[in-house]
Structure formats: structure tokens, C-alpha cells
């Protein structure tokens, strides 16, 4: 499957979801900023990859999905409770761009400027995140995949 | 900005925090919303929103040595993310559970799978 940009997809979304993301998103710096005031920088380097919105988000995909189905006049639990968890797997798959960012900017920020290694590290991420994303949906896994569902589930997202 | 800038006192610090973070995860969580199919769209689930804040903010106030070493443990933070969201897929469509409560519960699993690996590689 091509990947889409959706903009319609927008229009779905209501003012308190918006707020919700964003205060995640921010109580989660605000509490990175404190872990790392008190415990240090090793223990506070580790909620730089905190799971931020990601519960939020998961419910959120969740009841549109649940949503979409019901307008058509379906239950759509299972489906929305499906979908979340792709969008689970989509994220561990991004976990390695996170991690390879982290180590961009562990290699780079003795050495670079500040602009220069958030950008390098923005575009390392990218470029992992997508790279695992389509070796998940190659061939070479495909076939290793079986019956699985949580895997099959990637054929047909 | 400086150590002598507005990051200087605590409640400014921490607004801008707030703001600054909420302002990027919100960006990228647009991205995600508008992405099909929603495999590729949760990849922005592990965007590095929270560390672009954190980091600039870091530098800003303790110099890039001290943010180095909060990106070398952000590595086993990823490491424990890549744990508590390949088990919350799991869960979610092996179960068909709700998203909210199942992702919230695993959160303590990516603390502790993320406190364990930085604690194995720091010994």
C-alpha cells in the first residue's frame, strides 16, 4: 500500500483533542526537565524517549476508527482496538529512528552546532523509522510472517 | 539563548517547556493523523519531540555536554519504547483490549525495561 497524506483526516479532530496532545506534549518536557533536575542527566536523558502522547494518541485512534464504522452502521470495537494496535507497531518500528536521533546527537553535539545536529539527527530519524517501516513490509518478511495476525495484519493495515 | 536568559528562573523554564513541547509533539501528532496507512502513521508515535525540546533546552542552560549525555541514555529510553510498543501491538490485536487502558498500563514496562538496559551498560 502507498503511504497517503489524508487531509481530510483533520476535520475529525475536536478542539479538546488538540488540547489533550498538546498537554501531554508538554507535561511530559515539563516533567523530562524535572526527572533530569533531580535525578541528573543519565537517568533524564531516558525520558527524552518517553512514550509522550502515545496512549492518548492510541485512544484517539481508536474511537475514530470505532467511528468511521459506525457511521455505516457497525460495531467498530474490534476494528478501532486492530488499528491502535498497528499504530502501536508502527511506533516500535519507530523506535529505532528514535534511538538512531539519540545517537546522532550523542556523536554530533561535541562537535557540531546546535541546528546542524537537530537536523542531522531529525533526518536520521526519518530515514530509520521509514527504512524499518518498508523492510516490515517487504517480501523477505512477508514470507517469514506465517499466520500470525498481529503480523498479517501489516499486509492489509 | 544564554544561562543568563529568561530559561534562567524556574518558572520560565518550565513554561517554556511546557509550551515549546506541547507545540512540537502536537506538530508531529498532525503528521501521524493525516499519514495512511496507520502502520506508517504510528511512526510518529516515536517521534523525538520531547527530546528536541529537552535537548535545546539542555544545551541552553547546561552546555552540550551535559545534553550528550542525556542523548546517550535516551538510547536505552528507545530501547525500552521499542519493548513496551511492540508488546502494546501485541496485546492490542492478539486481545482486542482498550487502547487507553492497555497502553497505560505497560507504561511502568518501559521505564523498567529502559532503567534495566541503561543500568546493564553503565556497569
Redesign the interface.
Known sequence: ?M?????E??KG?KLHE?AV??????????L??LV?RRFG???????????????????M??AHEKKHKARVGLDG??R????????????????????G???T??VC??HLG?GAV?VS??VV?AVL??SA?LL??SRIFRNMRGRR??LN??RN? | MTSGGILSSTEGELIARFVIGGAIVSVFATIAEVCRPKSFAGLFGAAPSVALTTLAIAIAQHGKDYAATEARSMVFGAAGFLVYAALASWILMRYKTRALATTSALLPLWLGASIALWFIASR
Not at chain 1, 478501532?80 to 528514535?98: I, K, N
Open positions: 500500500m503511504v497517503q497524506a489524508k487531509l483526516s483533520l479532530i488538540w496532545r498538546f498537554f501531554f506534549g508538554g507535561t511530559v518536557c515539563v523530562a526537565g533530569a542527566p543519565e537517568i533524564g536523558g531516558l525520558f527524552l524517549a518517553f512514550p509522550a502522547i502515545f496512549p492518548a494518541g492510541a485512544s485512534v481508536e470495537t474490534n478501532g482496538r486492530t488499528v491502535a494496535g498497528l499504530d502501536a507497531a508502527g511506533a516500535a518500528l519507530g523506535s529505532f529512528g528514535l534511538a536521533f539519540a545517537i546527537c550523542r553535539l561535541p546546535t537537530f539527527a531529525t530519524w523509522s521509514v517501516w516490515r513490509k495476525t498481529t495484519a501489516f493495515p
